[in-house]
């Protein structure tokens, strides 16, 4: 016999808005988790309780049919006799009473009066001959129903999964990791010395990243054991250990020891480091807005809307050329792998020119991408450079490009350090990649400059901005300066977004707009 379902199972409001996930549930799930002693993800959980859920209804209801006959309005009732009424939820109810009905619309008809089980009474027409939507040539069949679990998965199962991650979530005795949930009464004992153990897999592996089953391998597995349930048992347990750091992205479980990760993974780098400028962003103007977009600054508040580009070009600056990483801006956000719990997610850079692979570590909390240092000095990309990540067919995997090409001499803006401010010459120097025009900088000490950022570290926002437009402007023909070279050459000294810059400048009377992106001194 098909799956017997009332109406209600294939209404939205009972899986989405009135769905609640019981003790009943939780018992079942329990249970689930006991006989099969495997961990299993929210999908799966998701998908076994609404296979409970349509099968506990199941049984229900054909309990109930089995107590009296499937209400019909065409049908004549008798007082005395049960009736069960499936647009009621199947409540069971006993003929009490029974009258002529009046309505000349309808033609002759009884009246039955029903006394429900919960002692409510209500009347329904009997005996009508007017066509009527429950009046079928068979009832039982026209109410009964079979629901694919699946289809109810794709239909109500992200409100289902929610409901159930926040009810586990508030029971002591369930534990997740890898995207996995099962019952830490039922784990395997993992002690300290497999913890030594795993240490010493992962360091003669210079730190990772390695899988779970790789170092267990190593370690020596329990055959006899449940392999899955082996597995996250350890990965709980690493996962408690400051030792070790889970860097595998969203559904992989990749282990690396922290103390063997590149320091600017451990800590961010100090050129990345953003103290907070206060500035009323009221005064940014729509030129402003569009050139905030153009720049696209992954400290900006950019909102865009959901992309899945395969690629996407960024214009390097300093604080990402100095310390070898990239901005997660809202470009390359998508592109980059993301994680269930971790901060820290490890993936391969493959050399576009090359092929050869490298190691990238996605900080994204602090919003920049380790590991491209080499690469920046192979192809000797300036500061204002162009850097493009492109999806690999192997989605663990990105291709970086440099537009390279034969490198030739150009004159570009060297920074020069002087006391406490920065002088800018124009030399000849050889660059290797496409380039930014306006944001393109040269620097050869490296140790001067951080002199001058340490000089100017208490120096007033407007001060700072003053003596760069000041010495920027003496290389303009026009004696002005674009915003997005300013911006550029703010940022060889400290961290910032162009939203403080533009605000200075359009609150200050010491600079004046001349159009087009472009301000001089006043």
Not at 26 to 50: A, G, H, K, Q
Not at 311 to 320: F, M, Q, R, V
Request: with cysteine; aromatic share 10%; hydrophobic share 35%.
């Amino acid at each position: 016999m098909e799956a017997i379902l009332p109406n209600l199972m294939e209404q939205e409001a009972y899986w989405t808005t009135n769905f609640a996930v019981t003790d009943e549930d939780l018992e079942y799930l329990f249970n689930l988790f006991l006989e099969t002693e495997t961990p299993l993800s929210l999908r799966d959980l998701t998908l076994r309780l609404i296979t409970y859920r349509l099968g506990a209804t199941e049984r229900f209801i054909k309990k109930q049919l089995a107590r009296g006959v499937i209400f019909q309005p065409k049908n004549d009732y008798e007082v005395g006799q049960t009736v069960v009424f499936p647009t009621r939820d199947y409540q069971v109810g006993e003929v009490i009473g029974k009258r002529d009905g009046q309505n000349e619309e309808y033609g002759p008809f009884q009246v039955i009066k029903v006394r429900f089980e919960n002692g409510k009474v209500a009347e329904f027409a009997s005996s009508l001959l007017a066509p009527h939507a429950l009046n079928t040539e068979d009832a039982e069949a026209e109410t009964l129903s079979s629901i694919d679990p699946e289809d109810v998965l794709r239909r109500y199962g992200r409100s289902i999964a929610v409901k159930l991650r926040d009810r586990f979530e508030q029971e002591e005795d369930v534990v997740y990791i890898g995207g996995r949930w099962f019952l830490r009464s039922l784990l395997l004992e993992v002690n300290i010395a497999h913890l030594h153990l795993a240490e010493a897999v992962l360091d003669m592996h210079d730190g990772g990243p390695l899988t779970t089953e790789q170092i267990l391998q190593e370690i020596g597995m329990e055959e006899k054991v449940n392999h899955r349930l082996q597995i996250f048992s350890m990965d709980l347990a690493m996962q408690q250990d400051e030792r070790f750091d889970e860097v595998g992205p969203a559904g992989q479980v990749l282990w690396f020891l922290r103390r063997m990760e590149p320091e600017s993974v451990q800590k961010i780098p100090e050129q990345l480091r953003y103290t907070p400028i206060p500035h009323d962003p009221k005064l940014l103007t729509s030129e402003m807005r569009e050139l905030i977009l153009e720049i696209d600054d992954e400290l900006s508040p950019i909102d865009f809307e959901e992309i899945d580009e395969s690629e996407a070009t960024i214009t390097l600056t300093y604080p990402y050329r100095r310390t070898g990483t990239l901005p997660l801006n809202s470009s390359l956000q998508h592109l980059f792998p993301t994680a269930f719990e971790t901060n820290l997610v490890i993936t391969t850079l493959v050399d576009a020119e090359s092929g050869e692979e490298r190691t990238g570590w996605v900080v994204r909390e602090q919003g920049y991408v380790y590991g491209l240092g080499e690469l920046y000095k192979k192809y000797m990309v300036p500061i204002g450079g162009y850097v493009t990540i492109r999806r690999h067919e192997d989605l663990s995997k990105l291709i970086v490009d440099f537009s390279t090409r034969r490198a030739r001499t150009e004159f570009i803006r060297l920074a020069v350090p002087d006391g406490d401010r920065l002088r800018f010459e124009n030399h000849k120097r050889s660059i290797g990649t496409e380039y930014d025009d306006l944001m393109i900088f040269g620097i050869e000490d490296l140790a001067g400059l951080d002199e001058v950022g340490r000089k100017n570290r208490s120096t007033p926002f407007p001060t700072l901005l003053k003596k760069l437009m000041s010495e920027l402007v003496r290389h303009s023909p026009q004696s002005a300066v674009h915003i997005k070279t300013l911006y550029s050459a703010v940022n060889l000294l400290k961290r910032c977004p162009p939203e403080p810059i533009m605000t200075t400048l359009a609150s200050s009377p010491e600079f004046e707009y001349v159009g087009g992106g472009y301000w001089r001194m006043a």
